[in-house]
């Protein structure tokens, strides 16, 4: 009778089943020229990309990086254990088993074709598309219904200073990652400091039904995927216009997990399905990463997705102009989550930036104190000339950021004096260099 009432129930759970066709975000061809400058690149377009939160970028013929598993194969790495079939239900992960990279192509390779043919999903007779879109329907039949126990070991977080980074194959490509934040566009050279996955990438080794769970960068940061070798991965990403949108479906899907942890959102242990996500009029956009393939998200953008079998990927963020906006955004949103019992923790002191930025900008045009003196008399013309000169110096578009930074920056420093003043009227004693007011450690001073 119990093998009866589950059938039943399970069939019930496949009938109420609903899929959408989740639309697709948009993949870019750079020329070898446009190649040569990645952030240039993806400053370039980010007013048509980020409207999706994510896009893909395919390098031109002859120009994809010559990248592979990272050196230190014989290295032990910690993995993390997901049970697919409960991932709508946010529970945490529990760890994995501990394998060097030859071991887990091994556990990946053998349960991938273990699972395709239990399942009678071997790929012989249809396309790649076609495959793609049959793992895709698995993978959420088993998430949806959760009528079948699969579980997964996801290598994913090795800091690559430790376990070593597929680019240092190709270590000149203008693309490796290890160089995006002392690129000439990136504002993340400001924050003077190493930080694991911010400015040093992270390398991930996946199997057959592996998850990243919807999140959001840190600060609100671009993040970059490259795959270097394996199977294909399915990501999907939600732009910033969605995000209020999908933080309310969360918490309608599963308000009582919000209740015991207010933070869940921050954890990355969930993945409701974009199916669920469109019914609740949240904008979801789907793409397909195959090796040599680049993914890039934008700020503010919830993205998550899944692998198709053995594959390894690394990522690392980035900030440049077209960012600061959002940073800002970022860390009021993180105080506020504190004042409601959420924990989410800057990793970087985001008024350290500013004032760098600010810094080198006011060294900028006081070098050409000159120029400037020639227009004092006429606030226009003075303006004109600053903004000119800046135009010379900078490697990218001041008119993008100097607004937000002049406001942000005056902000800051307001904030600032207040605290020290109120430090001086409390008579507490403090060193002449005193830390910024949104500074937790770990921060870079």
């Given at each position: 009778?119990?093998d009866?009432?589950?059938?039943?129930?399970?069939?019930?759970k496949?009938?109420?089943?609903?899929e959408?066709?989740?639309p697709?975000?948009?993949v870019?061809?750079?020329?070898?020229?446009?190649?040569?400058d990645?952030?240039?690149?993806?400053?370039?377009?980010?007013?048509?990309?980020?409207k999706f939160?994510?896009?893909?970028?395919?390098?031109?013929e002859?120009?994809?990086?010559?990248?592979?598993?990272?050196?230190?194969?014989?290295?032990?790495f910690?993995?993390?254990r997901?049970?697919?079939?409960?991932?709508?239900?946010?529970?945490?992960?529990?760890?994995?088993?501990?394998?060097?990279?030859?071991e887990?192509q091994?556990?990946?390779?053998?349960?991938?074709r273990?699972?395709?043919?239990?399942?009678?999903?071997?790929s012989?007779?249809?396309?790649e598309?076609?495959?793609?879109?049959?793992?895709?329907?698995?993978f959420?039949?088993?998430?949806?219904?959760?009528?079948?126990d699969?579980?997964?070991?996801?290598?994913?977080?090795?800091?690559?200073?430790?376990?070593?980074?597929g680019?240092d194959?190709?270590?000149?490509?203008?693309?490796n990652?290890?160089?995006?934040?002392?690129?000439?566009?990136s504002l993340?050279k400001?924050?003077?400091?190493?930080?694991?996955?911010?400015?040093?990438?992270?390398v991930?080794?996946?199997?057959?039904?592996?998850?990243?769970?919807?999140?959001?960068?840190?600060?609100?940061?671009?993040?970059i995927?490259?795959?270097?070798?394996?199977?294909?991965?399915?990501?999907?990403?939600?732009?910033?216009?969605?995000a209020e949108?999908f933080?309310?479906?969360?918490?309608?899907?599963?308000?009582?997990?919000?209740?015991q942890s207010?933070?869940?959102?921050?954890?990355?242990?969930?993945?409701?399905?974009?199916?669920?996500?469109?019914?609740?009029?949240?904008?979801?956009?789907?793409?397909?990463?195959?090796?040599?393939?680049?993914?890039?998200t934008?700020?503010?953008a919830?993205?998550?997705?899944?692998?198709?079998?053995?594959?390894?990927g690394?990522?690392?963020?980035?900030?440049?102009?077209?960012?600061?906006?959002?940073?800002?955004?970022?860390?009021e949103?993180?105080?506020?989550?504190?004042?409601?019992?959420?924990?989410?923790?800057?990793?970087?002191?985001?008024?350290?930036l500013?004032?760098?930025l600010?810094?080198?900008?006011?060294k900028?045009?006081?070098?050409?104190?000159?120029r400037i003196?020639?227009?004092?008399?006429?606030?226009?013309?003075?303006?004109?000339c600053?903004?000119?000169?800046?135009?010379?110096?900078?490697p990218?578009?001041?008119?993008?950021?100097l607004?937000?930074?002049?406001?942000?920056?005056?902000?800051?420093?307001?904030?600032?004096?207040h605290?020290?003043?109120?430090?001086r009227?409390?008579?507490?004693?403090?060193?002449?260099?005193?830390?910024?007011?949104?500074?937790?450690?770990?921060?870079?001073w």
């Open positions: 009778d119990g009866v009432r589950r059938a039943l129930q399970n069939s019930l496949q009938q109420k089943r609903v959408h066709t989740v697709e975000a948009p870019f061809y750079p020329t070898a020229e446009e190649f040569q990645p952030l240039g690149y993806i400053s370039k377009i980010t007013p048509q990309a980020e939160g994510v896009c893909k970028i395919v390098p031109p002859g120009y994809k990086p010559k990248t592979d598993f990272p050196k230190e194969r014989n290295l032990k910690p993995t993390k997901q049970n697919v079939n409960s991932l709508q239900e946010g529970k945490p992960f529990k760890d994995g088993s501990r394998y060097n990279v030859e887990y091994k556990y990946a390779e053998d349960f991938r273990n699972y395709l043919t239990e399942h009678s999903l071997e012989l007779g249809c396309s598309s076609e495959f793609h879109s049959n793992l895709e329907k698995e959420w039949r088993i998430v949806e219904t959760n009528t079948e699969v579980t997964v070991d996801y290598a994913n977080d090795l800091n690559s200073s430790q376990y070593g980074s680019f194959h190709d270590p000149s490509n203008k693309w990652f290890n160089n995006f934040h002392q690129s000439p566009h993340l400001e924050i003077q400091c190493e930080i694991p996955g911010v400015t040093e990438p992270w991930y080794l996946g199997s057959l039904f592996t998850s990243f769970c919807w999140h959001t960068e840190d600060h609100f940061l671009y993040s995927n490259y795959m270097h070798k394996g199977h294909g991965k399915t990501w999907y990403g939600i732009p910033s216009s969605s949108s933080e309310k479906a969360m918490r309608g899907y599963m308000p009582d997990r919000f209740k207010p933070d869940l959102i921050y954890q990355l242990v969930s993945l409701l399905s974009p199916s669920y996500c469109l019914e609740e009029g949240v904008s979801v956009y789907h793409t397909v990463q195959k090796a040599g393939d680049f993914i890039v934008f700020p503010n919830y993205h998550g997705g899944f692998s198709h079998g053995i594959n390894c690394e990522a690392v963020n980035f900030a440049i102009p077209e960012w600061l906006s959002y940073g800002s955004q970022a860390i949103k993180y105080h506020k989550a504190g004042t409601k019992g959420e924990k989410r923790s800057d990793i970087f002191a985001h008024d350290q500013l004032y760098h600010g810094s080198k900008i006011s900028l045009v006081i070098a050409n104190k000159d003196n020639a227009h004092q008399r006429n606030a226009q013309e003075l303006q004109g600053i903004k000119e000169i800046l135009m010379e110096e900078l990218y578009n001041p008119r993008v950021l607004g937000t930074l002049l406001k942000d920056y005056a902000k800051s420093a307001k904030l600032e004096l605290l020290r003043r109120w430090l009227e409390a008579k507490i004693n403090v060193a002449d260099k005193v830390s910024y007011s949104n500074g937790s450690p770990p921060q870079c």
